[in-house]
């Protein structure tokens, strides 16, 4: 149908050039060419179509999705990031979309179509952003709306803090709790790696920490962990594991420190070893306002001396008041 349509549009368009042509001495011939070359480029554009390889994501798994023969109900592939199961139709062929995961369309190897499968498995949705994201810096100066439409179509190249933006806005905009939380280190400063911003959300009646940068959530006992559980669990060497949620690329090529993140993150104790440098102080961002504890008064003049810390912007609470207020209260 497609093609009809350009032809019977070049048709019109061949008629009206062949007037200029007589005037401007244009070759017939040469514009023959031009449209007989558009419609073999259009052939091609249609069976790379026809190629395309669709399949899905999901932790550390991949499975081919083939188009089915018989279908009822389908619709056409939605035009947002996030859609429900269902069965969708993409170049003419119905796919089944019904299991939650992230769903790739692939035509010459390149991303054509990228979209989130949600129903209510919050782990599941966060691995696939995790899947999309690649730790890098050149989408961060964009804007919510378009990162989101950027994701449909391709990887994010994203720092920690753009990332963990990026998922709370999504998860509230799904109607999920979360709050962005951060480390700071007591160590001295590189420029670099002096703290680090992850996730928090809260789920099945708890807070559970999700640092999508790093493709990964904590565990202890096989029981998830809390931001401030995973920084006791860092002070105390505690033999937690760490669960990943996606195994693609972990860093752009083009990112300054590429190399030095190989060294230190690339296996996992080297990642434990960077976390306990980088998230020594805990905060928490509510209302505006980073909320920030420490074990003694000599770790606390320390970060602040360290962070030239503005205290219109972040504000210190003793350890119990920090868990009364951040996991105890009306607050979560």
Known sequence: MTRVIVLAWMVGFFVGLTVVSLSFHISIDDFKNVVLNAVHTMDKVNENRENAKVYRIVFNDVEDVKPIDKFDECKPLPNELIIKPGIYIYSGKAYKFDKEGLYRILIDGKIREQRIVFKDNITVLLSSIAWIHTHGNRDDGLPYFKLKEKAKHSKLFLTCGYISKFT???????????????????????????????????TDGKWILYDIDNNCYFEENKTPLSFIEFWMALRNDENFSIRYLAKDIRVDTEFPYLYYAEIKLTTERGLKNW??????????????????????????????????????????????????????????
């Open 168 to 202: 709370h806005e999504i998860l509230n905009e799904l109607g999920v709790k979360s709050r962005i939380v951060n480390g700071c280190t007591l160590h001295n400063l590189t420029g670099y790696d002096d703290g680090h911003v992850m996730i928090e959300v809260f």
């Open 275 to 332: 976390y306990k440098r980088v998230v020594e102080v805990p905060r928490i961002y509510y209302n505006g306002i980073y909320y920030y504890t420490t074990m003694n008064e000599k770790e606390k003049e320390k970060y602040e001396r360290l962070h030239n810390v503005k205290y219109l912007l972040t504000k210190y609470l003793d350890y119990k008041t920090f868990i009364n207020t951040f996991y105890n209260s009306s607050i979560q």
